[in-house]
């Protein structure tokens, strides 16, 4: 069955825009977690979307935002970027509950300039 | 304030050694807990993972030991193979549904 799918693969925007990512999980699969991984550091969670629900939220500023349409996939949405905002975005996916066996996409590379 | 601490940055392992990947934790509310193994230019991968009513779960050459008194897990790899060589991620959490909080990875290198 194919895997969580994001995109795109990689992005440059400037500082100010804002941005959309999206991520197609395993079909099946209802809960959806957003993670951002920058250099060193491990991931830090965003949010988890269950049955198009905000179930869980990490500490980002509201300038980081998503949704989950009825058929799971999800998107993620970043306003008035900023250049710390550079990072790999990766998205995971899993049967139900957020931390059982979760399956992650190849991220999203951004680049803020 | 890190919860989840993978002090070691890189280890380097002779192929057919065993590799032991250490992570400790500070939140004596965590109760479950993974590793995820990531190569370059993918997302990472479920290995294995452990909840805190068993003290060692194997699977394969994986073997994951939790020592809760210590506050410490560590992955072991027996033997370890060049494919093994990758970055190690440990994670944890207080429950299911509660968010994995992620340590900062341990790069695996397997010398040949």
């Known amino acids: 069955k194919a895997g969580v799918t994001q995109t795109p693969r990689y992005l440059i925007k400037t500082r100010g825009q804002q941005v959309t990512l999206s991520c197609s999980p395993i079909?099946?699969?209802?809960?959806v977690s957003w993670y951002q991984q920058t250099p060193g550091q491990g991931l830090q969670f965003l949010f988890e979307?269950?049955?198009?629900?905000?179930?869980n939220k990490g500490n980002f500023p509201g300038r980081f935002s998503g949704r989950q349409f009825s058929n799971s996939r999800s998107e993620m949405n970043v306003s008035t970027l900023e250049l710390g905002d550079s990072a790999l975005y990766l998205c995971?996916?899993?049967?139900?509950?957020?931390?059982?066996?979760?399956?992650f996409g190849q991220g999203t590379r951004l680049t803020v300039v | 304030d890190q919860q989840v601490k993978q002090n070691s940055p890189s280890l380097s392992v002779q192929e057919g050694r065993i590799s032991i990947l250490n992570c400790d934790y500070t939140?004596?509310?965590?109760?479950?807990f993974l590793w995820y193994k990531k190569y370059p230019a993918e997302g990472p991968t479920f290995l294995i993972s452990?909840?805190?009513i068993k003290d060692k779960n194997e699977d394969g050459r994986f073997t994951v030991f939790l020592n809760k008194s210590a506050k410490h897990l560590s992955l072991h790899i027996v033997p370890s193979q060049p494919g093994d060589s990758a970055v190690y991620f440990c994670?944890?959490?207080?429950?299911?549904?509660?968010?994995?909080?992620w340590g900062a990875g341990t790069k695996l290198i397997i010398k040949p």
């Open positions: 979307y269950f049955s198009e629900t905000q179930r």
């Open positions: 994670a944890a959490s207080a429950g299911s549904n509660y968010q994995l909080i």
């Open positions: 995971a996916s899993s049967l139900d509950t957020m931390n059982t066996e979760a399956f």
């Open positions: 452990i909840s805190s």
């Open positions: 939140n004596s509310m965590f109760d479950y």
């Open positions: 079909s099946g699969h209802r809960s």
